[in-house]
């Protein structure tokens, strides 16, 4: 057995039940080959590989909160601080009734890689509860936040770990976050991140990771001689990442006609309104349903659907393993050229070896999701020298990032013999700087 082989049956072996992270393990280590092969003396010697895979610690606690009935309820919160050889801890926290401790893993492992390729000195963390915030009241909301941090407290930091949002974890949770954050530690600083504009957040960062989407994938389709202007979109999800990449994609010229939640989808072939799907979504917090009651040109279909919708793009921005093989095999045949993974791993390996082998494409999650974690970087940077920055220094900013990432993967691709593979491009372009950092710093 190879290197990567004995590493990936070791996974499998002491993590079972954790299905989600050995598949994030399995696309990062097998894609890795070349590098490791290049080097397997010494990565063997440093058993880089076997320290990789293995947080550097995995916190798992009660989280004991009162409800509006006055009955006490429990959660489990986690934090999985995974590797920091290149900065402190950082990555979101989900709150997601689906959220175990696999899913924090995968995401912490995935956070790794990915926040090495923004180039800026942030480590791999994630975190979060299977606490679900739909239908609870702003109160309950507040007091599982307080109850969560009062425990988190102990283990996070600006120089240590910096937590900010993910699925279920908006403003709102991050300023209950905050605020008890500072109430028990009396330190006023840049410990989270997605902050409100009034208490040391940073313009932009609501829009990053969408925006950030786009001008990656602008980027993806320029070096392929193709435009984004005039084509059509097809996006899943309806929350941070989905809103954004779909004004971000109005803005560039292209017509977004799809959006979905966790019940059903929306198809409006005129293009989504998505000031009517903010104020759903963000304000009113309701479902899509409401979207297809207000607007004519929109139909609204109960489950999952929207990669059946005929499109030139594909932007997954809900959640993991929502693109399939069956949905990758319907977009190639209608003429799909391009997927830009906007959630965390939200194509299988079937499906995105699929839509590699059929020319299509593919830009991971690792590499095209990461602006909203370079933005929360810069967030710290302003908390850190107590300024604020303009909306354009941060957009400017966030796009010279992307376009970077970009050619980062895309220049690792072709190192290896790989071009055009960015899967491949962005794991060895986020491990080269992780690895080296390791070496430096000794066991
Ligand atoms: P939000 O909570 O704002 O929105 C999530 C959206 O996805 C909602 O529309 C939600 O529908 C839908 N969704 C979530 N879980 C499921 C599910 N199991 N099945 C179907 N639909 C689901 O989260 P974000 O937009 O912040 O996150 C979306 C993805 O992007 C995640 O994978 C996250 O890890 C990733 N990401 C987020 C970043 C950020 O800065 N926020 C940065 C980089 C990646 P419903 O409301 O009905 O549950
Ligand atoms: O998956 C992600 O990169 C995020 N949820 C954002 C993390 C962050 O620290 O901003």
């Known amino acids: 057995m190879g290197y990567v082989e004995e590493v990936y049956a070791k996974v499998v072996e002491k993590n079972p039940s954790q299905p989600e992270f050995h598949q994030a393990v399995k696309e990062v280590l097998e894609?890795?080959?070349?590098?490791i092969e290049a080097n397997e003396e010494l990565y063997r010697k440093e058993a880089i590989l076997e320290r990789l895979v293995e947080p550097d610690r995995q916190i798992m606690f009660r989280v004991p909160w009162v409800d509006d009935k006055g009955q006490i309820q429990v959660n489990r919160g986690f934090?999985?601080?995974?590797?920091?050889?290149?900065?402190?801890?950082?990555?979101?926290?989900?709150?997601?009734?689906?959220v175990n401790i696999g899913i924090i893993k995968f995401l912490g492992f995935e956070q790794i890689f990915k926040n090495s390729l923004t180039g800026l000195p942030i480590g791999g963390g994630k975190g979060g509860s299977d606490f679900d915030p739909k239908g609870k009241s702003d109160r309950e909301v507040m007091a599982f936040c307080k109850s969560f941090i009062t425990e988190l407290y102990k283990y996070i930091g600006a120089d240590e770990d910096v937590p900010a949002g993910d699925i279920g974890t908006g403003a709102r949770e991050i300023g209950y976050?905050?605020?008890?954050?500072?109430?028990?530690?009396?330190?006023?600083?840049?410990?989270?991140?997605?902050?409100?504009?009034?208490?040391?957040?940073?313009?932009?960062?609501?829009?990053?990771?969408?925006?950030?989407?786009?001008y990656l994938t602008e980027e993806m389709l320029k070096c392929n001689g193709k435009d984004i202007a005039g084509k059509t979109v097809v996006v899943s999800g309806a929350g941070n990442v989905a809103i954004y990449a779909i004004q971000k994609a109005q803005q560039l010229g292209a017509k977004p006609v799809t959006c979905s939640d966790s019940t059903g989808w929306i198809y409006d072939?005129?293009?989504?309104?998505?000031?009517?799907?903010?104020?759903?979504?963000?304000?009113?917090?309701?479902?899509?349903?409401?979207?297809?009651?207000?607007?004519?040109?929109?139909?609204?279909?109960?489950?999952?659907?929207?990669?059946?919708?005929?499109?030139?793009?594909a932007l997954p921005c809900a959640t993991q393993n929502e693109l399939d093989i069956e949905d990758a095999k319907t977009l190639v045949a209608n003429g799909c050229f391009a997927v830009a993974?906007?959630?965390?791993?939200?194509?299988?390996?079937?499906?995105?070896?699929?839509?590699?082998?059929?020319?299509?494409?593919?830009?991971?999650?690792?590499?095209?999701?990461?602006?909203?974690?370079?933005?929360?970087?810069l967030e710290m940077s302003q908390n850190s020298e107590r300024l604020s920055w303009t909306f354009e220094e941060v957009d400017n900013k966030l796009k010279g990032i992307m376009v970077n990432i970009f050619h980062n993967i895309d220049d690792a691709s072709r190192k290896?013999?790989?071009?055009?593979?960015y899967v491949t491009g962005a794991n060895i372009a986020g491990f080269e700087k992780v690895v080296d950092a390791m070496l430096a710093q000794g066991v």
């Open 177 to 214: 976050m905050f605020g008890q954050y500072k109430r028990i530690t009396g330190l006023y600083e840049g410990v989270l991140t997605g902050k409100g504009l009034s208490y040391g957040g940073s313009l932009a960062r609501t829009e990053a990771t969408g925006y950030g989407l786009l």
């Open 269 to 313: 072939p005129e293009g989504i309104d998505v000031e009517l799907l903010k104020e759903i979504k963000e304000v009113k917090r309701a479902r899509l349903t409401e979207y297809a009651a207000a607007r004519k040109s929109a139909e609204y279909h109960e489950g999952k659907g929207v990669w059946t919708i005929k499109c030139d793009i």
């Open 31 to 35: 894609t890795l080959k070349p590098a």
């Open 416 to 421: 290896y013999g790989k071009e055009g593979d």
């Open 341 to 377: 993974e906007g959630a965390n791993m939200p194509t299988t390996l079937e499906a995105t070896k699929y839509l590699q082998e059929n020319g299509v494409l593919f830009a991971p999650g690792k590499a095209a999701n990461a602006g909203g974690v370079a933005t929360s970087a």
């Open 79 to 98: 934090r999985v601080q995974f590797n920091n050889s290149i900065g402190p801890y950082k990555g979101g926290l989900r709150l997601h009734p689906s």
